[in-house]
């Protein structure tokens, strides 16, 4: 399988590299041999001191920052059920906290000039008479204008949801600069339904892709597991194909949330795309 010619490089999440600052990050992104990076934003918020400089010092080092990305307050990823309770902006207990943080984000954001920011909205209920599903329609739009008034589109991880439940939600916002931050390996970890296929659903949206595998969880309720990219259960021709057949033209970003061999499990993402992608 051939991609067009205008596919860009593969950019790596910066919190895959667990980089203690920004001359580390740049010199872990240098043996990987990859120049672009998905730039974590809540480091450059909580400790100012040690990331402030991030912008200067990658550019200085020749790396091109494609996005950013932001985590919210009390997550708890240590269940299906933790994260479904605790996930994003869904939590009342958490909402005001994680406004002014995403509004001190979207300032941050704009400073390192970033066209795209991403994260975890958290569960969106798949019924649209369930109240909740008013009151998340309602939080990203906020979420959205605090992006919008800087420039920025704002990009929806998958993971918790079904294609069908999150085509919805965006056809009810309504936005442009509101899409999706597609990782195939989140729909396997959470048991949500074949990526392949999902690409075809979210098509219109996706406006970056994370390169990342997963195995199905042996039994329902429970995690799946994250492995290197290529050993598990993505049908990596098949997603690249699905991708071309709904003219996706943005950035991929590997990322390696597990294990102890980050960047040779890089390196790796990075010549499964490159074979493919050749």
Request: aromatic share 6%.
């Amino acid at each position: 399988m051939h991609a067009s010619p205008s596919l860009k490089p593969p950019a790596v999440c910066s919190w895959s590299l667990q980089a203690r600052d920004p001359r580390d990050l740049a010199a872990k992104l240098r043996l990987t041999g990859i120049t672009r990076v998905q730039l974590a934003l809540d480091p450059l918020r909580e400790t100012p001191s040690i990331w402030r400089d991030a912008g200067e010092v990658l550019r200085q080092h020749g790396v091109e920052m494609v996005s950013g990305m932001f985590g919210c307050v009390g997550e708890d990823y240590a269940t299906l059920e933790s994260i479904r309770r605790t996930g994003g902006i869904a939590p009342d207990a958490t909402w005001e906290k994680n406004l002014e943080n995403i509004r001190a984000t979207a300032r941050l954001a704009a400073r390192m000039e970033l066209g795209l920011v991403t994260f975890h909205a958290g569960f969106l209920p798949h019924d649209e008479a369930d109240p909740d599903f008013a009151k998340m329609l309602g939080r990203l739009a906020v979420v959205a204008s605090v992006f919008a008034e800087k420039n920025i589109a704002l990009g929806l991880e998958t993971g918790q949801e079904t294609a069908p439940s999150l085509a919805v939600l965006l056809q009810k916002l309504g936005r442009t600069d509101v899409g999706v931050n597609f990782d195939p390996a989140n729909m396997i970890l959470y048991g949500r339904g074949d990526p392949v296929e999902a690409v075809g659903t979210l098509g219109p949206w996706i406006r970056q892709v994370h390169l990342k595998d997963a195995t199905r969880a042996a039994s329902p309720g429970a995690w799946g597991e994250e492995v290197r990219v290529g050993t598990g259960q993505v049908d990596w021709p098949g997603f690249f194909r699905a991708l071309q057949e709904v003219h996706f033209s943005g950035n991929f970003v590997i990322e390696r949330e597990a294990g102890t061999r980050r960047i040779a499990d890089i390196c790796a993402a990075r010549e499964v795309f490159e074979r493919l992608n050749g």
